[in-house]
């Protein structure tokens, strides 16, 4: 077997704040590999976004190894290796949504033509075409949040990083835009990791479901779908999606009763 | 046409009550001379003729709007229709006189104003050690140096409009500098970060992420600055008058209790004051609109 | 020469030192050592350049020669300092900023007034209302309640656009409750209106106490008793005894901060609630 995209082994990372140490992460070990879709789950202050801010180079562990593509985040960094989603879309509002796309690419230093093909593209695999012309706040939230989605494809990173995409979206929206997301994933074969605090959510899309809880951050269950990589939305109403749902609730509720 | 009465009204009837107590007051602050008049030449005077002539004296203590208006026309429109526009009694000479040193001023300050905030983001001990001088350098009154910046420039042979550009460049300075390190400083610890997962340069996320979030911010220290120009220059006129400028007129109509003159002045600079703080509100709205950023 | 290469020396040595102090964590002691340290220069430099290259003192006298002119005129400082600043600029910012608060309540039950006075009010808060002073001047004599006429005019309209702004402030649902609880048009205004209008007051008051100190500084160049900061500035510098000038222009910024500071120190005791004056 190939050496895994993403390899992290007891991976601690300490704040250091005026109330003592805060344990965001303690002793993470997980490997994530090529073409997989792992979600990240836990409630709040379970470390699930640090660790995805620490695959991203964003914040550094205290202890413990990671890789990402065989060699340290700072470098997979330097090398573009990831596109990074973040909650909201953030899109500049002096750029129209073409122009948004384009802003990594102009940074990276790619050529006029080969930007304007790109952009092309990636609006095509998210279902804009026709709306580079338009300005962000011209579009519905969730149109934004796949703009922002094409800005982290366009320039071909293999992985790619998503922080609660679709929090701040509405259960529909929401629906259609995780069925959107696997097809994409399907097209492009890369590979994801995802950030929710939906149930529901990581149990649709993920191959690999990690539970995690908080104080310290850790991980508590690693869960391998079952499910089949095509899966239309109705699949959650078979049994074996609810007993996945089942076994991700247990794990968050072994969590919690470290607290109460 | 909702607007017309929902913002113009209001307006008019505050600017209307401001006209009428201009009047009633020019009644009260001028009828003692009209009196003394009266008395000397053994007339009374019904309350008509007293308002007739507090309203039309030569040297009043304050002078009705009708004859600032006119004094205002006679030194400018009725000079430029005598194609003495440039004489120098006339406004339009005074008035470009201080225009020409607040705006050199202006730009100056503006220019210097953002590279020092572009460095005090930049650079941490600039930061700590700059920033607190500039922000208790608000608390200073600046304004009481600019006659001595200007007679100590003059006797090192600087006159003219440099002396008083400084006043300008100074007032103007301050406000950009803590607007623009704000706005800078402005785009969120997200956007940020999302520059550093492109692996961006410091430039590039100067160039295409804090400049362009910093605009409302440095549009608003514009404005703010661009009235203290005008009064940096306007005070800088005060000590050295042979040279002309509005602040010039209004100390020599002092000198003379040229009342008259001295409000023209006033009002002139008053009205340049307001063109200028439009010029930039303008440019703000339309730069705005297009970045989308108009609230 | 010696003493220009000794203040380059300095220079090079706090700006290390300063370097070094910035990339410790931020505490107590560094964010007050820093600009100490950053002052302290500019005034070596200062005194370095005038010693080393011989500045002739009528153009600019070093800090040491202000610091003796200041400690041996102090009596003269005071008078001038009495004179425009406690009764001039103090008395004129009371009245004018009083007067403008009371102002904004009168007009906050008539939204027309209010459409009406906060353009208005702006926008001649952007004129250069200090051109006022020689006609104030001629009205009020020499002595120093023109100069108070002069302070009351220039704070009058930033103070009342700050507070009108201010008492719209409270947010919708605040005042939704409020009117729930039948509430007093007065009740309402002392409870929620005026509390939550504070941080927008002390703005105004805190712009006005540097306006204040000017106003009345400047309205003394169009004529005033022998004493005074604005009269002793434009005599001194007529003189060319800059020294005196700059012990003045110390008394003046040393006076504008401690007002500025007491207002805000005031502003932090009324206002903690407010989140700009939380963590401290």
Known sequence: MAEPVIKAENLSLTFETNDGPVHALKDISL???????????????????????????????????????????????????????????GLYPWRTIGGN????????????????????????????????????????????????????????????????????????????????LLKLWAKTNKTIAFVTHSIPEAVYLSTKIVVMSPRPGRITDVIDSPLPRERPLDIRDTPEFLEIAHRVRDGLRAGHAYDD | MIWLRSSLLPILTVVAAIFVLWYAGAVGLNSKWAYDKANRAGVTLSFSELVADTWSQEKPKLPGPHQ????????????????????????????????????????????????????????????????????????????????????????????????????SMYLSFFPVVVGMTKGLRSPDAMQMDQMRTWNASKWQTLIRLRLPSSMPYLFTSLKVGIAASLVGAIVGELPINQDGGLGARMLVGSYYSQTIQIWSALLTAAALAAVLVGIVGLVQGATLKRMGMAR | MNWAVFALGFWGVAWWINLRLAKMPRSRVTSFAIPALFGITLLVLWEGAVRGFGVNPVLLPAP????????????????????????????????????????????????????????????????????MAPILVMWFGFDWQSKSAVVVVMVFFPMLVNTVQGLQASDHMQRDLMHTYGASYPQALM??????????????????????????????????????????????????????????????????????????????????????????
């Open chain 2, 68 to 167: 600032v208006a006119a004094e205002i026309w006679k030194t400018t429109g009725a000079m430029v229709l005598r194609g003495k526009a440039f004489s120098k009694r006339s406004l339009i000479f005074h008035g470009w006189i201080t225009l020409s040193a607040t705006m050199l001023g202006f730009v100056l300050g503006t220019g210097f104003g953002i590279l020092l905030a572009i460095g005090i983001v930049h650079n941490r001990a600039m930061d700590m050690s700059v920033m607190p001088w500039v922000i208790a350098s608000q608390t200073i009154p600046i304004l009481a140096i600019a006659p001595m910046v200007v007679v100590v420039m003059n006797s090192i042979g600087f006159s003219g409009l440099v002396p008083k550009s400084i006043i």
């Open chain 3, 64 to 131: 040491s020669a202000i610091a003796v002119r200041f400690a041996t005129s102090i009596p003269i400082l005071w008078t001038d300092f009495a004179q425009t600043f406690i009764k001039g600029a103090l008395s004129g910012y009371l009245i004018g900023c009083g007067a403008a608060f009371l102002t904004a309540i009168a007009v906050d039950r008539s939204p027309f007034l209010q459409k009406g006075l906060l353009p208005v009010g702006n926008f001649v808060a952007a004129l250069p209302i200090i051109g």
């Open chain 1, 31 to 89: 490997a994530i590999n090529k073409g997989e879709f792992v979600s990240f789950i836990g409630p709040s202050g379970c470390g699930k976004t640090t660790f995805l801010r620490v695959m991203a180079d964003l914040e550094k562990p205290t202890a413990g190894t990671i890789t990402v593509n065989g060699v340290s985040p700072e470098a997979a960094r330097m090398a573009r290796a990831y596109g990074y989603v973040f909650q909201a879309a």
């Open chain 1, 101 to 180: 796309i384009r802003l990594p690419l102009e940074i990276m230093g790619y050529d006029k033509a080969d930007q304007a093909e790109r952009v092309k593209r990636v609006l095509e695999l998210v279902d804009l075409a026709g709306f580079e012309k338009k300005f962000p706040w011209q579009l519905s939230g969730g149109m934004q949040q796949r703009a922002s989605i094409a800005r982290a494809l366009a320039f071909d990173a293999d992985i790619l990083l998503m922080d609660e995409p679709f929090g701040a979206l509405d259960e529909i929206v929401r629906d259609h835009l995780n069925e959107q």
């Open chain 3, 191 to 280: 409870r929620l209106r005026l509390p939550a209008a504070m941080p927008f007051v002390f703005n105004g008051l805190k712009i006005c106490t540097t306006l204040a100190l000017i106003g009345a500084i400047v309205a003394e160049f169009f004529g005033s008793p022998i004493k005074g900061m604005g009269f002793r500035i434009s005599t001194e510098v007529g003189r060319l005894a800059l020294d005196m000038v700059w012990a003045e222009i110390a008394v003046a910024a040393l006076a504008g901060s401690a007002f500025y500071g007491c207002v805000a120190m005031i502003e932090k005791a009324v206002t903690f609630w407010h989140p700009s004056q939380r963590r401290g």
